[in-house]
Nanobody
């Protein structure tokens, strides 16, 4: 079965850290660029970070340098290290794999991530991050 499975979410205090994992099965993740997205209820799905096939990272400016994305192709896994977490980081985080470019579909409201982003081959089901003091 082809799938992406995220893990590592949970509840953390403001200022804390979490590392999310995205494990691929049924395909080789090193053939793909991998993205992390997040979406909170009533809010837009946004791209958080990307790692290319050759390991080059990209980060959303709004993450403020607090996140780090990496990949271990031998484990078929991509990671998202999140530091100095803030209340606004509370969300469901999704990983996704794509072969080429992605684009944003202009839709009303706040559609789910798979509806908003075009060009993704595989989506995970998400892992929830809660920030609580």
């Amino acid at each position: 079965e082809v799938e992406l499975v995220e893990s590592g979410g949970g509840s953390v205090q403001p200022g804390g850290s979490l590392t999310l994992s995205c494990v691929a099965s049924g395909f080789a993740i090193d053939d793909f660029n991998v993205d992390w997205f997040r979406q909170s209820p009533g809010k837009e799905c946004v791209s958080v970070a990307t790692i290319s096939r050759d390991g080059a990272p990209w980060y959303s400016y709004s993450m403020g340098g607090r996140f780090s994305i990496s990949r271990d192709n031998a484990k078929n896994t991509v990671y998202l290290q999140m530091n100095n977490l803030k209340n606004e980081d509370a969300s469901v985080y999704y990983c996704a794999a794509r072969s080429g470019m992605m684009s944003i579909k202009q839709l009303p409201g706040f559609p789910p991530c798979p509806d908003r982003y075009v060009g993704i081959r595989y989506w995970g089901k998400g892992t929830s991050v809660t920030i609580s003091s």
